[in-house]
Every structure is written in C-alpha cells, then in structure tokens.
T-cell receptor, first 114, second 110 residues
Framework: GESVGLHLPTLSVQEGDNSIINCAYS??????FIWYKQESGKGPQFIID?????DKRQGQRVTVLLNKTVKHLSLQIAATQPGDSAVYFC?????????????FGDGTTLTVKP | DTEVTQTPKHLVMGMTNKKSLKCEQH?????MYWYKQKAKKPPELMFV???????INESVPSRFSPECPNSSLLNLHLHALQPEDSALYLC?????????FGQGTRLTVV
C-alpha cells in the first residue's frame, strides 16, 4: 500500500548547524509533497512543498530535495535555531484544492541544543 | 486572517456523553478536514468536506459524525466514544495547495 516514512525518529543538532531530515515514500505516482512542522501543543504548520516535476525547492532557511529515482525527499534547515525544535513530518498530498488531504509519514523529532 | 480556530482546546467526556468539537475558518477555503492524532504518531485523516459536502470518510466509526453547517464552520459530533478514542483532533482547511491546521482539541474519554 501507499506509505510515507522517515528514516530516523529523532535528530539532535547544535544551534547554528545545518539539519537534514529524510523521508522515503513508496508510491511512484505521488505528485506532490509537503513538509510540516509541529511544535508541542500545536497543529502541523506548512513549511515548504515540492511537486514531482521539480528536484529542488528553496525557502527561507529551508530547502527540499526530491529524488524520484529512489523515492526519497529531504528537508534541509540552514543555521538551525532553538525555535526549529519540533516534530517534522513529510506528507504526500494531491496537487489540487484538496491539498489538505495529506498522508503523513511517521515524523522526526528535531532537538536543537544551545 | 490565516487562522483555523478550534474549540474547545481540551475536552473530557464520559463514554455515555454527547459532545461536539467545533472548527472555524474565515479564509474562504472550500475544503475542510478532520484528522485524529494519537500521541507520538502522525495525524490520520478522518473526513474531507469539499464545498460543504462530505467527500471522503476514511472508514470512521459512526460514533463520530461530521457536519458542515456553512463554508466557514465544521463540527464533529461525538457520541458513545471509547477510551481508545482519546487523542488530539485536528481541523484543517485548504485552498489551492496550502493547508492550514488548527491547534486541535485534546480529547480524553473516561
């Protein structure tokens, strides 16, 4: 069946370092991917997205890379800050108005040490 | 206003109670969703409403009953829940390709 998963459940980095969070997916027909950040006591927050016709997309301090050959995507956070501590989910969604219909991966808990 | 507001934030209910969770957005989004999230797990989709009509029910038990009174409101009516239904219930809305989530209702069934 369709699944979206992450390689590591936890990641700990020093403040100022770069963070890389990985995700694998199984459905080769998946067209659209979203990274969400969920802080404690809050709902998921959209960070960045990428369509399958792209292999890289950059935002403010974040970059998403997509490798369709091996069905892998990653989220890179530059100069990680304490406020980046959260659970990060990759998700697969339809590329239409129902983009909120996401299939979430298991999540990686990022801890930033001062 | 890019907010999805959920009430209440916390709810404790007995197995014989009837309660409702409420969700509101004023972004003009025509798709709204209910998700369930257990501790240390990812959110799982329950229902999708598109243009105020139920379009997806992910085989959710009938003790959960969604309702969309208008384009800004989404309710989840709860009846005869079980302790294993205790979870964070998240509402979301979307238009185009970005989804916005509320902070959730932390539900405890006793």
């Amino acid at each position: 069946g369709e699944s979206v998963g992450l390689h590591l459940p936890t990641l700990s980095v020093q403040e100022g370092d770069n963070s890389i969070i990985n995700c694998a997916y199984s459905n080769s027909a998946s067209d659209y991917f979203i990274w969400y950040k969920q802080e404690s006591g809050k709902g998921p927050q959209f960070i960045i997205d990428i369509r399958s016709n792209m292999d890289k997309r950059q935002g403010q301090r974040v970059t998403v890379l997509l490798n369709k050959t091996v069905k892998h995507l990653s989220l890179q956070i530059a100069a990680t800050q304490p406020g980046d501590s959260a659970v990060y989910f990759c998700a697969e969604s339809p590329f239409n108005t129902n983009a909120g219909k996401s299939t979430f991966g298991d999540g990686t808990t990022l801890t930033v040490k001062p | 206003d890019t907010e999805v507001t959920q009430t209440p934030k916390h709810l404790v209910m007995g197995m014989t109670n009837k309660k409702s969770l409420k969700c509101e957005q004023h972004m003009g989004h025509r798709a709204m969703y209910w998700y369930k999230q257990k501790a240390k797990k990812p959110p799982e989709l329950m229902f999708v409403y598109s243009y105020e009509k139920l379009s997806i029910n992910e085989s959710v038990p009938s003790r959960f009953s969604p309702e969309c009174p208008n384009s800004s409101l989404l309710n989840l009516h709860l009846h005869a829940l079980q302790p294993e239904d205790s979870a964070l219930y998240l509402c979301a809305s979307s238009q185009n390709t970005e989804a916005f989530f509320g902070q959730g209702t932390r539900l405890t069934v006793v």
